[in-house]
């Protein structure tokens, strides 16, 4: 089965620059999440699209956006890039109105900033 | 707010063995969803298991089995004949019926003694 697709799966930066993360959602899916897991700590919820319009909110800071476009695929941009925001960064998908409205993780795409 | 703790930051489990991992939830909600979910060293996030608050039936897949007491708001996480390969960090993870994202709790790391 098709599972949530991320790119890069690796991208080193320097501080000061600008990343771009990219999610295929699974295919139906019409929810995304943007999650930050810094090293040893559990996932932290950044964003969430239903739609293709924001649904949701959590501790993303004002550098960083993101957006789901026509096709669901989202991109989480990050600019200003500063040293503690080198993590693993998931994308996950859900299908509303399903039971328990699983969602289902990408393999993550790691972000090292130097 | 929703709040999940694990209050069991690293356990071991001889091979073949069972093994519970502990976790209990803060809501307000009557309708949610709890979640279980895996993260071997390769960082991906894998469901294990899903519960809805709304079944009195303990969810079971395979080797895994959970003890859900809602009352206790307890949601405990059971392997069975444990293996090599379910040394992993696990996540206990809550998401309300309203809400989009699920939040997680600091993660139970399990080792699996040969």
């Known amino acids: 089965a098709a599972g949530v697709i991320q790119s890069p799966r690796h991208l080193i930066k320097e501080k000061r620059e600008t990343a771009t993360l990219k999610c295929y959602p699974i295919?139906?899916?019409?929810?995304v999440y943007w999650y930050q897991q810094g090293p040893g700590q559990d996932p932290q919820f950044l964003i969430s699209?239903?739609?293709?319009?924001?649904?949701d909110k959590g501790s993303i800071p004002d550098r960083f956006s993101a957006q789901q476009f026509s096709d669901y695929h989202s991109e989480l941009n990050m600019s200003s890039l500063e040293l503690g925001d080198s993590a693993l960064y998931f994308c996950?998908?859900?299908?509303?109105?399903?039971?328990?409205?699983?969602?289902?993780f990408g393999e993550g795409s790691w972000l090292t900033v130097v | 707010a929703q709040t999940v703790t694990q209050s069991q930051p690293e356990m071991s489990v001889q091979e073949a063995e069972t093994v519970t991992l502990s976790c209990t939830y803060d809501?307000?909600?009557?309708?949610?969803?709890l979640f279980w979910y895996k993260q071997p060293p390769s960082r991906q996030m894998i469901l294990v298991i899903r519960?809805?608050?709304?079944?009195?039936q303990n969810a079971t897949e395979n080797r895994f089995s959970v003890n859900f007491q809602k009352a206790a708001k307890s949601f405990s996480l059971k392997i069975s004949d444990s293996q090599l390969g379910d040394a992993a960090m696990y996540f206990c993870?809550?998401?309300?019926?309203?809400?989009?994202?699920?939040?997680f709790g600091k993660g139970t790391r399990l080792h699996i003694l040969p």
């Open positions: 996950a998908s859900s299908l509303a109105g399903t039971a328990g409205n699983t969602i289902y």
């Open positions: 809501t307000s909600e009557s309708d949610y969803y």
């Open positions: 295919p139906r899916h019409d929810t």
């Open positions: 519960q809805e608050a709304y079944k009195q």
């Open positions: 699209f239903y739609e293709k319009m924001q649904s």
């Open positions: 993870a809550y998401k309300g019926d309203r809400d989009d994202k699920i939040i």
